[in-house]
């Protein structure tokens, strides 16, 4: 299994970005995904989940209205759209799939995990 993240870069403070994240080798329509980031020095913390149909999503907090999770199971693939970005979420975003129709923000929910792609936000 293999989970390709891309589309990070380097944006000022309140540009957007786009990140995807493509699954191989095997499908995870009957899986939710999620999005989770850790930025230098912290911990990793989650960003966004979406159920197997996109159904249900959820949010952190902190990009609640800012971020929208997207799915597209007849290509195998996540999104995440990033707006209005601050400094603060600055990190590598990691793709995950997870172990049910719905992981929610649990970590230990996710089975699998992309290599992360770098998201830097000037000010």
């Known amino acids: 299994v293999q989970l390709q993240a891309s589309g990070g870069g380097l944006v000022q403070a309140g540009g957007s970005l786009r990140l995807s994240c493509a699954a191989s080798?095997?499908?995870?329509?009957?899986?939710?995904m999620g999005w989770f980031r850790q930025a230098p020095g912290k911990e990793r913390e989650f960003v966004s989940a979406i159920s197997w149909n996109g159904a249900i999503t959820s949010y952190a907090d902190s990009v609640k209205g800012r971020f929208t999770i997207s799915r597209d199971n007849a290509k195998n693939r996540v999104n995440l759209q990033m707006n209005s970005l601050k400094p603060e979420d600055t990190a590598l975003y990691y793709c995950a799939v997870g172990r049910a129709a719905y992981s929610g923000s649990d970590y230990r929910t996710y089975a699998y995990w992309g290599q992360g792609t770098l998201v830097t936000v000037s000010s």
């Open positions: 080798r095997r499908t995870f329509s009957n899986n939710g």
